[in-house]
């Protein structure tokens, strides 16, 4: 069977919305797949403030904003298509996290895919991660599937992006859990210098690392005691930034500093021979440094998996959603069971 699918993505970073055309063809032996084309629509100071307003506000603002933004990434969608002259059997939206707390039962992306799909007038597929969280499972990762059955011919495959996470083959079960944070800590911390980012990680090349803090970082319980599961902005409300807040020094030195904590992390639970993919995977002194702590040959590959392998992958989601095939892994998320998750609003086309 072959799929034309627009996958949507939406980062923790904030960075923008990433729009990725991919094409499936697949059949009882073989998935083939491309990246027909890719880009990414920033979010502009004022979008980010409005969704970043959301994890404070009432629920009345957060059900309209939800819709708007639904409507935004369909106007977006239809401009994408119509300007690159393309088609898509239906669309896969992740959506923006604004609440990930499967500890006490919830998690919540907003982006109404129904406001999408009366702006595309396409199908649209989305809220990926609650069926997981219903079965008791973290909601997270979702995207070893895509890695496991993509891309087999690597031992390892990391994402750098908002947070860094990493999926593996373990006696023939997928496993995959979130590293640490990366990107949301970082670009935070640039924003304080008037930066978006750390660009080559050229701050953190020519800083100091303070050992003491690098020390503390390191010794963050769910480093110590291998917890191993999924990662949200509540985790780096409460026990990262206090340590960077309460320290004195630069914001150099603590770019520096954390840069050498991610790639210690990651170095140290690097497995194999590894696909790296993400914003980060850009930050070639960061991935020296994660060179530095793992054993295993890390391969960036081309632009356009670096940055649209997890909208390729929730495309490919999308397409295991309609064919009923399972989609997200117990073995990643601690669900008591495998799902076909994803809900679908159908466009019935006249």
Not at 13 to 29: H, M, P, R, T, Y
Not at 147 to 172: E, H, P, Q, R, V
Not at 197 to 215: C, E, F, P, R, V
């Amino acid at each position: 069977m072959f799929y034309r699918v627009l996958g949507m993505m939406s980062g923790t970073s904030l960075d923008g919305l990433d729009l990725a055309l991919c094409e499936f063809d697949i059949d009882e032996k073989q998935i083939d797949y491309q990246i027909i084309r890719a880009t990414t629509i920033p979010y502009d100071s004022t979008l980010k403030d409005k969704i970043l307003r959301c994890e404070n506000s009432n629920g009345e603002y957060l059900a309209e904003f939800s819709a708007y933004l639904g409507h935004y990434f369909g106007k977006q969608a239809n401009k994408f298509l119509k300007q690159n002259n393309l088609t898509a059997d239906f669309i896969v939206s992740h959506g923006q996290t604004i609440f990930h707390q499967p500890h006490k039962g919830f998690t919540l992306q907003i982006g109404d895919i129904n406001a999408i799909a009366s702006e595309t007038e396409l199908t649209v597929i989305g809220d990926f991660r609650s069926m997981d969280v219903a079965l008791n499972g973290q909601g997270a990762p979702l995207v070893p599937i895509g890695d496991k059955l993509l891309f087999a011919n690597y031992d390892c495959c990391l994402n750098i992006g908002g947070f860094s996470n990493i999926s593996f083959d373990d006696n023939s079960l997928r496993k995959a859990y979130d590293i640490c944070p990366s990107n949301i800590v970082l670009n935070h911390l640039c924003h304080y210098l008037n930066l978006e980012y750390d660009n080559d990680g050229q701050i953190a090349k020519h800083s100091t690392i303070d050992t003491a803090l690098l020390q503390e970082l390191n010794s963050i319980p769910y480093y110590i005691n291998n917890e191993q599961q999924s990662l949200g902005k509540e985790f780096v409300k409460q026990c990262i930034f206090p340590l960077l807040e309460n320290s004195s020094l630069s914001i150099e030195c603590k770019i520096a500093t954390y840069t050498e904590h991610i790639a210690y992390q990651i170095g140290k639970n690097i497995k194999g021979k590894t696909l790296v993919t993400g914003g980060g995977a850009y930050n070639s002194f960061l991935i020296d440094r994660i060179r530095h702590y793992a054993n295993y040959e890390l391969i960036v590959p081309s632009n356009l998996i670096v940055e649209y392998k997890e909208a390729l992958i929730f495309a490919f989601l999308g397409v295991r959603r309609l064919r009923k095939e399972v989609n997200c892994l117990s073995s990643v998320t601690g669900a008591r069971c495998d799902s076909c998750s994803g809900s679908v609003v159908y466009w019935l086309k006249e």
